[in-house]
């Protein structure tokens, strides 16, 4: 492309904007991106951009104007029971063991779901925890077919995310089942009784969805980890920020590990995705098995 009179005008919004977009949400933004970005630009008048960009980077974070922006620049890759290693040592050690501590006093469990993008690893985590309470009997199956907390359990569950689209997904609970990546790529058929399957229409051939009393059991909220969790939202036994903190720079991964120590209370348990690492070990301890790595909260 010849450049054009206003080519260093739109390079400085570009600019500007991929920054903001950095400093807001803490993501790194690629090169392959940035370029993609400029060669969308380029070619507007020059200061219409850089007015555009400057009012759009003064706008408050969950304006949809600048959401929709940040949508671009976002991965929203995810699908059920995702990590089944580290998945299986929350079903088969931890929620057993978190369980049994409740037994004798509030009977409750409260999972969070940080970067949950479209829902799956939310309702993966609910399924695994309804799965452990039912062997410790404590769930019923109702006529429809599906478990719920009995015995004076309750199960609080969270899945938020920066990216409005995604969690309007995760809310409705509504996904593709057919060849490809589609979100059951790794399902595991017993907990294929969660699901109605949906008919088929052109547009949206092959969808199943999560039946309401499970869509029930979980809020799905908007939330920017690099500022912290919604103000009042209590301490969770359970944690999972999966595969989030690979797309952000150093500090603010930072933030993101501080929101989640905060988030997590002493004794409960942190999921980081397979290559995130915790180095600082006075707040988590990292409890190794032969496949996996969680973190207990220390304090
Ligand atoms: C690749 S998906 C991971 C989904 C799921 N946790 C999993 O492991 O399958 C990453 C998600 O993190 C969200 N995310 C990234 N930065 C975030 C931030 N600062 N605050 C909240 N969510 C964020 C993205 O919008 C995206 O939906």
Known sequence: MSATPDAPLIKDATELLVRAV????GWVVSEIVRDKLLRILQGQPGDTVMRWVEQ????????????????????????FFRDWPQLEQL???IIPELIRAAEGNRRSLRLLSAGCATGEEAYSLA???LEALKQ???TVWTPDNVLVPDQGWSLELLGTDLARPA???????????????????????????????IPNTPHAPRQRQIKSALRDLIEFRWCNLVVGMPPGTPPFDVAACRNVLIYLTPAARQKVLATLAASVRPGGWLLLGPTDRIDDPSLWEAVRSESTVVYRRKG
């Open 91 to 93: 079903q088969r050690h």
């Open 136 to 138: 410790r009997n404590g």
């Open 127 to 129: 399924m695994l925890a």
């Open 167 to 197: 969690l309007i997904q995760a809310e409705r609970g509504l996904y593709y089942d057919g060849p490809g990546l589609s979100s059951f790529r790794q399902f595991l058929p017993a907990y294929d009784f969660w699901f109605e399957t």
């Open 22 to 25: 950095e400093r807001k949400t």
């Open 56 to 79: 759009l980077v003064e706008m408050p974070q969950d304006r949809p104007e600048w959401l929709a922006i940040v949508e671009n620049f976002t991965v929203h890759e995810t699908f």
